[in-house]
T-cell receptor
Framework: EDQVTQSPEALRLQEGESSSLNCSYT??????LFWYRQDPGKGPEFLFT???AGEEKEKERLKATLTKKESFLHITAPKPEDSATYLC??????????????FGQGTELSVKP | KAGVTQTPRYLIKTRGQQVTLSCSPI?????VSWYQQTPGQGLQFLFE???????NKGNFPGRFSGRQFSNSRSEMNVSTLELGDSALYLC????????????FGPGTRLTVT
């Protein structure tokens, strides 16, 4: 069964304290791995897509990496405005599975000034 | 380019009633997927529509249904509402079958009393 697990469930950082979020996955035929950011009461905001092991993407203080079994979202020198829930999702399989994303439970990040 | 829009944003219904939610995708996007988000289960895939055809369906009872119109707008319907249907319902669009990145709307918060 396709599965996505994120850790930790919650992470509290001081402003400027760098850290990483983990997303491990078990899927049959990975088509893509996605990172989203979700603020309370809002829909997920797209951040990155990773397609193959070894791939890396960067955006401001965020950097996403992918291996054959997991992905990391590195946050460098975070600011309070980075506080949100970060969601990892995978798109797996073939044929008509394109629209089906399997999500992890998310990591709730809190950055204190 | 305008993002994904969903109406209404908030809805309160009584057990046994039915409800219809609406989603307008990003202009030019032909695929619309629906997800249910609850604190306990996280984000779960409901179904995807592409060119007015349902391409994929998640593990939800038949009370959950949807459709897509020729202009790519989509509606989902939930009949005989149960208390457990209280959730944030999210719509996401992508441009076509070869592109996996999905962009989410703000969601409809449904409360069943």
């Amino acid at each position: 069964e396709d599965q996505v697990t994120q850790s930790p469930e919650a992470l509290r950082l001081q402003e400027g304290e760098s850290s990483s979020l983990n997303c491990s996955y078990t899927v049959s035929g990975l088509r893509g791995l996605f990172w989203y950011r979700q603020d309370p009461g809002k829909g997920p905001e797209f951040l990155f897509t990773l397609y193959s092991a070894g791939e890396e993407k960067e955006k401001e203080r965020l950097k996403a990496t992918l291996t054959k079994k997991e992905s990391f979202l590195h946050i460098t020198a975070p600011k309070p405005e980075d506080s949100a829930t970060y969601l990892c999702a995978v798109q797996a399989g073939s044929g008509n599975q394109g629209g089906k994303l399997i999500f992890g439970q998310g990591t709730e990040l809190s950055v204190k000034p | 380019k305008a993002g994904v829009t969903q109406t209404p944003r908030y809805l309160i219904k009584t057990r046994g009633q039915q409800v219809t939610l609406s989603c307008s995708p990003i202009s030019g996007h032909r695929s619309v997927s629906w997800y249910q988000q609850t604190p306990g289960q996280g984000l779960q895939f409901l179904f995807e529509y592409f060119s007015e055809t349902q391409r994929n369906k998640g593990n939800f009872p038949g009370r959950f249904s949807g459709r897509q119109f020729s202009n790519s707008r989509s509606e989902m319907n939930v009949s005989t509402l149960e208390l457990g249907d209280s959730a944030l319902y999210l719509c996401a669009s992508r441009s076509g079958t070869a592109q996996y990145e999905q962009y989410f709307g703000p969601g409809t918060r449904l409360t069943v009393t």
